[in-house]
């Protein structure tokens, strides 16, 4: 495995090179083949899109005085008009966006993105980018089961809250400090992301990899904009987004280990997780329930369970996991091997197989 974490999502900034040719404000869409779908003469009804999109969005605008430094530090005259881009590099170059470079690695990607644009779009390999208006940086989070990455997503949607209050829910993405100027933190599991239609790569067999890799994995998602941007220190550190979430009251979700191995159901499981949770069992039920669960709960752990002892007795066969904060430091995954073929590298030859020549 690669150990790449954070990686670079989304980015929007301005490239040092001339736009004077570019049309007005652009959206493309480029075919695998390399052919354009579409290109659309409007700007805002995609600005809002979710990262997963592949499509490019581009327009001319004024040189900025950072512009105009950078250029003259180069040995380069300034034009008139530079590209204001906005897009997934990563998904770009890979055709897929579920590991990639690391943030550092930004302008080098720009730099090739645009040696690949069509010539069509008149707009010259850039040679470098200034005044980031946003970035977007990913991580990955392992929590072995898909029924676990859900659960913990139902929990933090309850329980969690940041500085401007309680995370928002969208479908099953939670998302804190939504609509912040600032930042903003999501999570999601990015294995029943690639299931929705649109939000994975167009070739079989790349999907198939993806959803391989990405099974039992809770995605985190970090966006910095400007107002934010002009806070954090560069090059950015890969505990960038450890700093946001550090910022975000999320209740531990605990959670007891081999259930299935006792080949309890029913009411006797629900039994024993309530007495391992230090709940008074005895409320509610009678007694003759309570002793015919005891038995039947005694029987199928040989003995191991009593639910008429305190619950610690019960820890060693239950083991408990804290899905809290430090869990989620030490569980980062690092790119699968079924992906390292597919992550853009500096100077790596872009293929038709994995850029963003993608028809998704």
Known sequence: MLDIAPSLDWISAKLLTDASQLDT???WKIAKGGDIIYKINTWQPVELQGSYSSTIQLRPCVPS???R??????????????????CNPTKAAQGHNC????????????IDLTKHFPSEINVQPAHGLVDISRL????????????????????????????????ITAGKTVYWQKGSRRWQLKAYNKFEE????????????????????????IRLELQLRTLELERVSQPFSHDLIWTYMERINVNTMKRFDNWEATGL?????????????GEDIREGTTKTTY?????????????????????ETGKDIFPLTDFDLTYLKAHVVPCRMSLAHTLWQPGKPWTYDNTYRSNN
């Open 99 to 110: 590991w990639g470079p690391p943030p550092e690695q930004a302008e080098k990607l720009l």
């Open 291 to 311: 002793y015919r669960l005891r038995r039947e709960i005694k029987k199928a752990t040989n003995d191991r369970v009593d639910i008429s002892l305190p619950p």
């Open 194 to 217: 690639l299931l929705v239609k649109g939000h994975g790569p167009a070739d079989p067999a790349l999907m198939k990899k993806c959803r391989e890799a990405t099974e039992g994995l």
């Open 65 to 67: 005085p950072a512009c």
């Open 136 to 167: 977007d940086l990913a991580t990955m989070i392992d929590f072995q089961t898909n029924a676990n990455a859900n659960q913990w997503l139902e929990t933090i949607a309850r329980q969690s809250r940041s500085y401007s209050g309680r995370a």
């Open 25 to 27: 404000d652009q959206i």
């Open 265 to 277: 159901k029913g009411r006797a499981l629900d039994k024993v997780k309530l007495w391992l949770a």
């Open 69 to 86: 430094e950078r250029f003259t530090a180069l040995g380069l005259a300034c034009p008139h008009l530079v590209p204001y881009i906005s």
